[in-house]
Nanobody, 125 residues
């Protein structure tokens, strides 16, 4: 079965950095665009970043652009999210997700077929 397993979350002070990883199994990784979403308590799950199956194109939410970088290693079936200059408002559970590569949209969460269990990121002020 398909599994997406996130890791790398934790507690960090404002201004610090974290690198999230998401290891995929049970699917052909290059058949999927990959995305990161996050959900804070009491809020909707929101788009953070996405990377096309080739790795050649990325999208970011305005709130993280310039601070976060998404990348993927298709030889390791893994997608990463490097998060720098973290702010308290980045506190959330972060989820990775897989979106079939014939999809033209990588921002709307309903386009994503598979989801990980999430990893908590907490940024203290």
């Amino acid at each position: 079965q398909v599994q997406l397993v996130e890791s790398g979350g934790g507690l960090v002070q404002a201004g610090g950095s974290l690198r999230l990883s998401c290891a995929a199994s049970g699917l052909t990784f290059t058949n999927y665009h990959m995305g990161w979403f996050r959900q804070a308590p009491g809020k909707e799950r929101e788009f953070v970043a996405a990377i096309r199956w080739t790795g050649g194109s990325t999208n970011y939410a305005p709130s993280v652009k310039g601070r976060f970088t998404i990348s993927r290693d298709n030889t390791k079936n893994t997608v990463y999210l490097q998060m720098n200059s973290l702010k308290p408002e980045d506190t959330a559970v972060y989820y990775c997700a897989a979106n079939a590569r014939d999809s033209s949209d990588v921002i709307m969460r309903y386009n994503y077929e598979y989801w990980g269990q999430g990893t908590q990121v907490t940024v203290s002020s």
